[in-house]
């Protein structure tokens, strides 16, 4: 699993209450039902974080190198298409050949279909997936794997269900509530532009940091420091997906070569465009961290960490936790910068006019 292994996808989550103490006891509770009881449809519940099939919740299976961790488990059976269309086309042909029909009617089609899936489903494997979700004791803020709507919505639902609250996705919004008591609701669109007003560029926050963040790298060298973890340096790389809003092309993608330094990136800041999503790097000394980054979420998907030193499994395991709670404290505290900024409207209206001359002055390349 991800967050054990290789890279990690995941957005964080606010805790409204803290964790109950009989966490474990209320998720072993909604722990997910054996295999066999699975027909048609899906089950789902929680597993330990130790395979899929682990259904035994306790402290000692919850629990890995001091972090909570658990796996929200969803089995369901399911005919390949192709083998349902086949078997359905099998069937069609023989009642053609039965009957001397040239055709069959739709809903003579439709009640195969229904009862070859009522045949065959039961015999099929169970597709087995999992989203697995870490905590520390005390901590803050609680990872978890639900990147899609689909996904959270499905995570928040078994969440409440089982701790009886739901969670507060760290979005921009929620972020900039939490740690600075500001309403981005409040904060007037901002053009980064110098050839387009503001009330006709997108209003989001999380568009805002991250075009800021691309500026910022560029323009001030992108360097900060961190209460307790030192000095950062972030840096903006492609793909990048710069989107705007009201007619026109609304969003562009810019993979091959180098988008960053690209005429069309260029062209794209000028038109009033944002940053929507991009891949974004956090450097600390030697160490790096990396990964594709959705602004408006507030979603990593692929987060590169540190090179690991531990060699036990548990080690390992709280290595991996220790620099990704470094990565949320940087992460994190250069959106506070952000928002220092933003909320401004003196220092704000001054960023943006250094940030229109970036715009019409940083050298690009076809």
């Known amino acids: 699993m991800s967050f054990e292994s290789g890279r990690m996808s995941f957005r964080m989550f606010y805790l409204p209450q803290p964790m109950p103490r009989d966490a474990v006891a209320r998720f072993a509770a909604h722990a997910a039902p054996p295999l066999d009881a699975l027909s048609g449809g899906e089950i789902h519940g929680w597993v330990s974080g130790r395979h899929l099939l682990d259904r035994q919740i306790d402290e000692t299976t919850a629990f890995f190198g001091g972090y909570l961790r658990l796996t929200l488990m969803k089995a369901e059976r399911k005919i390949p298409e192709s083998l349902l269309r086949a078997e359905c086309r099998m069937e069609e042909l023989a009642r053609l050949q039965a009957t001397g029909q040239p055709a069959l009617e739709r809903k003579e089609r439709v009640a195969i279909r229904r009862d070859i899936t009522a045949r065959l489903l039961p015999s099929m494997p169970p597709q087995l997936k999992g989203m697995s979700l870490v905590h520390g004791r005390e901590a803050d803020v609680l990872f978890a794997e639900a990147l899609s709507e689909k996904q959270l919505d ?100 810019l993979r091959r070569g180098c988008p960053v330094l690209s005429a069309e990136a260029k062209i794209s800041l000028l038109s009033g465009k944002k940053l929507k999503r991009a891949r974004i790097q956090i450097a600390r000394g030697q160490e790096a961290w990396s990964c594709a980054f959705d602004a408006d979420e507030f979603v990593f998907r692929g ?50 006019a250094e940030a229109h001359r970036w715009v019409q002055e940083r050298a690009s390349r076809r």
């Open 154 to 253: 499905a995570f928040q639902a078994n969440i409440r269900q089982t701790l009886g609250f739901g969670l507060i996705p760290v979005t921009p919004h929620a972020a900039a509530l939490r740690r600075r008591k500001l309403d981005t609701r409040d904060l007037p669109p901002a053009s980064f532009s110098p050839d387009c007003a503001e009330d006709t560029v997108s209003p989001s926050v999380g568009q805002d940091f991250l075009t800021w963040m691309w500026f910022f790298s560029e323009a001030r060298g992108g360097v900060f420091r961190v209460t307790g973890h030192g000095e950062f340096a972030v840096m903006v790389e492609g793909p990048l997906v710069f989107v705007m809003e009201g007619e026109g092309a609304h969003e562009t993608v």
């Open 303 to 352: 987060l590169r960490l540190p090179d690991e030193e531990a060699l036990d499994p548990a080690g390992r395991f709280q290595e991996r936790m220790s620099r990704l709670g470094a990565f949320k404290e940087a992460f994190l505290s250069l959106y506070d910068l952000f928002l220092r900024e933003r909320a401004d409207e003196t220092a704000w209206r001054e960023t943006l």
